[in-house]
């Protein structure tokens, strides 16, 4: 029975394998999620069920935090009949303005376009790249706020860099090194600002309590 573009694409998104993350590099906290690996599972995916993913680009410079704005927007394709797509619209990065940084950035958001098309699996183990582990029962639970997210910038990855700080001098450096970001967020969304807010709270003044 033939299928129409959408049971394609339910059909790549159960059958997509998992995506493992990089080595850390020297100087990283975290294992990255790089988009090479992202676009090799994802790529397969679709073709292996009759899809095929082009990307439009449209670029902007933001003058008050110096960077370009990337915004992705993905077509999936039929193969069969390529009068029929599906759009995956507004996924957005930063860059640098430099020579590298309009690339980065259509690297960054291209690698989440795909993953909000195939809901893609990720995380670390040896071998496959992806473990998933069950919920641990407990009597008592605590309530914790909610991971708010922004689509333009790598929330996670700044936490975790800010939690790994060794001391007040590598704080710092993170602090002049995320400034933009932070000015951006301030703006524009103010409960992920918060929440990298806490976390920085928290972190300098640990390092300040151990003098260090």
Request: hydrophobic share 35%; proline share 3%; net charge negative.
């Amino acid at each position: 029975m033939k299928r129409n573009i959408y049971q394609k694409l339910h059909d790549a998104c159960l059958t997509a394998g998992s995506v493992k993350k990089g080595a850390k590099a020297n100087g990283m906290h975290f294992n990255p999620l790089l988009h090479d690996k992202v676009q090799e599972v994802a790529t397969q995916a679709l073709l292996d069920n009759g899809l095929y993913a082009t990307c439009n680009y449209l670029t902007e410079i933001v003058p008050n935090i110096k960077q370009v704005m990337v915004v992705c927007t993905m077509r999936v394709y039929d193969v069969d009949d390529p009068t029929q797509y599906i759009l995956v619209d507004g996924c957005s990065a930063f860059g640098n303005l430099d020579k590298f940084g309009t690339g980065n950035a259509m690297s960054y958001s291209r690698k989440y376009a795909f993953l909000n098309l195939l809901n893609l699996k990720t995380g670390i183990k040896d071998e496959d790249g992806y473990e998933p582990k069950p919920f641990e029962d407990s009597t008592e639970q605590s309530v914790e706020e909610p991971t708010y997210l922004d689509d333009t910038i790598d929330v996670e990855d700044i936490k975790n860099e800010i939690k790994s700080a060794k001391n007040l001098k590598e704080f710092n450096i993170l602090a002049e090194k995320y400034s933009n970001h932070i000015q951006y967020l301030i703006k524009n969304n103010t409960k992920v600002y918060q929440q990298i807010k806490d976390v920085a709270d928290t972190r300098e003044l640990q390092l300040t309590n151990k003098g260090q």
